[in-house]
């Protein structure tokens, strides 16, 4: 005995399309709900498409159209989802060079679409496979090798030159570089200088010792090395305690030329200094020292010293810091580029670090803008020689 096919009504058919449309062109979904095969419905669905199912007339055109715009909207809601997502990681590549968007359509390219990234970058896709197809460009390997050399330039100078001075320290090696490119190499990857902080001074002029009058009134520029120093104490603390520095500095190669460290502030700290210039220099009797009015340069000491080589004396006005202006300067060098970014345990540990800097970096490697971009110790000898 065959089995005997159930028969539905126009009526059922029409009402199980429009469970289609609710359920959003789940057919699947819809013959669930209906308690009817899948195929049935399936082929009810096909029918109602082609017009051709009774009762349904007037329901294909709609249901197609909304079949077709529900496709569209979720594909543009994709594609709004996917330019949100870029942008919020690949907004500053829009202003670089074409290069740069390229290499970062390459990094992204398993992310998004590569007609998205290129329609949102301002570039075509076909140039973007060409530049693909070259690989990396002369002028992107040469960047690459500029920075690194920035770089390293930037720590041997221990991050204080800025683009001017960090463009002449490497063209002294023998680099060729513009100040554009070291400028816009230090920008793109962060490479500041370190920044002064601000220190006390030491100086004690409540006292009532002899002082001697001021000789340079400001007027620092010297035609030779020898004809003027100028000195001062500053301080340095370390866990152990304040350790003391004397430092004796000339006026024409900015060389320090002696300096002194103890735990203590004394007159002899000052005498060291000035007997390590002397020792190191042997200067003539025209040579001015200059100094403030620190009880330390007032002392006995230091004046036997003055008067047993025939230097001439000379001190500050009162609480005048510009008066001693170049080995100010020089504190301010130290601290910044050496003493305020360490945390020193000991004062041997300090020691150890400062005399380094001053005879390894200031002196010998440091090039200065007031000295036509050389080092103290270059200043020197280009004088020696020409003297010769």
């Keep these: ?30 013959a669930r709900q209906l308690g009817i095969s899948m195929q049935t419905l399936s ?6 498409k082609a017009g051709t199912l009774a009762g349904t007339k007037q329901y294909s055109p709609d249901l197609n159209a909304l079949l077709e715009e529900n496709k569209k909207l979720k594909q543009q809601l994709k594609i709004a989802e996917m ?6 990681k690949g907004s500053s590549v829009l202003c670089q060079r074409k290069s740069v968007r390229y290499a970062y359509m390459k990094q992204k390219r398993y992310s998004f679409p590569i007609t998205l990234m290129a329609r949102l970058l301002h570039v075509s896709v076909s140039c973007f496979y060409d530049w693909l197809k070259r690989g990396v460009s002369k002028r992107t390997i040469q960047r690459n090798q500029q920075t690194i050399l920035v770089k390293i330039a930037h720590e041997e100078t221990r991050q204080s030159y800025g683009y001017i001075r960090l463009t002449k320290y490497l063209q002294a090696q023998g680099i060729k570089m513009s100040m554009y490119a070291v400028r816009q190499i230090k920008a793109l990857n962060h490479l500041y200088c370190k920044r002064h902080k601000r220190f006390k001074r030491t100086t004690n002029s409540d006292h009532n010792r002899a002082i001697y009058e001021n000789l340079l ?21 370390t866990v152990e305690g304040w350790l003391y520095l004397a430092a004796v500095k000339d006026l024409y190669t900015k060389q320090v030329v002696g300096y002194s460290l103890n735990e203590r502030m004394t007159a002899q700290l000052v005498c060291n200094a000035l007997n390590m210039a002397i020792h190191n220099q042997k200067p003539t ?28 004396g000379s001190m500050s006005k009162r ?23 360490y945390n020193y345990q000991t004062r041997e540990e300090a020691k150890a670090d400062i005399i380094k800097y001053i005879e390894l970096f ?10 036509g971009f050389k080092t ?3 200043m020197a000898e280009d004088f020696y020689k020409l003297a010769a």
Excluded at 297 to 309: D, F, K, T
Excluded at 320 to 338: H, M, Q, R, T, V
Excluded at 362 to 371: A, F, M, S, V
């Design 1 to 30: 005995m065959s089995k005997k096919h159930k028969t539905y009504t126009a009526e059922f058919k029409a009402e199980a399309i429009k469970a289609i449309e609710e359920n959003q062109g789940n057919v699947s979904e819809s």
């Design 43 to 48: 082929n009810w669905n096909n029918k109602a």
């Design 83 to 88: 330019e949100r997502e870029f942008f919020k």
């Design 217 to 237: 009134e400001q007027q620092f520029s010297m035609t030779r090395p020898n004809q003027a120093w100028s000195s001062d104490i500053t301080y340095i603390w």
């Design 285 to 312: 009797k025209e040579l001015i020292v200059h100094s403030d009015r620190g009880s330390q340069y007032c002392s006995h000491e230091y004046r036997n010293i003055l008067e047993q080589y025939g230097f001439q």
């Design 319 to 341: 609480g005048d810091c510009y008066d001693n202006a170049p080995i100010e300067s020089f504190w301010g060098i130290l601290k910044n580029e050496l003493v305020h970014h």
């Design 362 to 371: 200031y002196n010998h490697r440091r090039i200065q803008k007031g000295l």
């Design 376 to 378: 103290p110790n270059q």
